[in-house]
């Protein structure tokens, strides 16, 4: 741990012991649910943290800013950017009811009190935010079609309101498809020398931009 807190010198250090008892308790509780791969697991610290923490060289957030994480699994990004951000109001919710588990025992164990775990689809929240966040959930047009609508435009904190989204890979033809551009690319593999993270990506779109995503296509059978 202490060569990523060399990396993030801007985190709190306040923020590097729950960061620790977090990987502890992910750790345990990855022996009973699969939320990352065995073999990946060894790797949790340099590849999967530092990959979440990673927003916070780009991102600063007003008190009060609120964040709904799509599709949390294990809390990848939601949790890590909650204990980084303590400021700030963090919605994470997925589908799957034994990653929520996880989630809320994170949340309760670490006294996260400015986390809320929600068991339901993106599409049954009526309530808007400052940032969408997602790591790898979707394909970008059938995510942007879950959440455009939950968005809320603003410039509060230190980059326009919008979605956060984590992806890895060849971006443009998810980007064809979806039909507008991120107003920013972070390219993490300018940012670390581990391999794993070339050509992935922290994509960030405007929310203003929102309303001219193209709703996924259908496949035909």
């Not at 799509?70 to 909650?82: R, S």
């Not at 996880?102 to 929240?125: F, G, I, P, S, T």
Request: glycine share 6%.
């Amino acid at each position: 741990m202490d060569s990523i807190r060399k990396q993030f010198p801007q985190i709190e250090e306040a923020a590097w012991p729950l960061l620790e008892a977090w990987s502890a308790l992910l750790r345990e509780w990855n022996t009973k649910i699969n939320l990352i791969s065995r073999k990946d697991i060894e790797y949790l610290e340099a590849r999967h943290l530092s990959h979440c923490l990673s927003i916070t060289n780009h991102l600063k957030l007003m008190s009060g800013a609120r964040i709904m994480d799509v599709g949390t699994g294990g809390g990848f990004p939601g949790i890590i950017m909650a204990i980084c951000y303590p400021q700030a109001h963090f919605t994470l919710i997925d589908s799957i009811g034994k990653k929520i588990t996880v989630v809320q025992d994170l949340a309760d164990k670490l006294e996260l009190k400015n986390v809320e775990a929600r068991q339901c689809r993106a599409e049954e929240v009526k309530k808007k935010f400052d940032f969408i966040t997602g790591r790898a959930v979707k394909n970008l047009p059938e995510y942007f079609s879950w959440i455009k609508d939950n968005v809320r435009r603003g410039e509060r904190n230190s980059i326009p309101n919008g979605v956060l989204y984590w992806k890895g890979g060849e971006l443009d033809d998810e980007l064809a498809a979806l039909g507008i551009r991120p107003r920013k690319t972070i390219s993490l593999g300018e940012t670390f020398s581990d391999p794993y993270f070339e050509q992935k990506y922290i994509l960030h779109f405007d929310a203003r931009d929102l309303p001219r995503a193209r709703k996924p296509r259908k496949e035909v059978s």
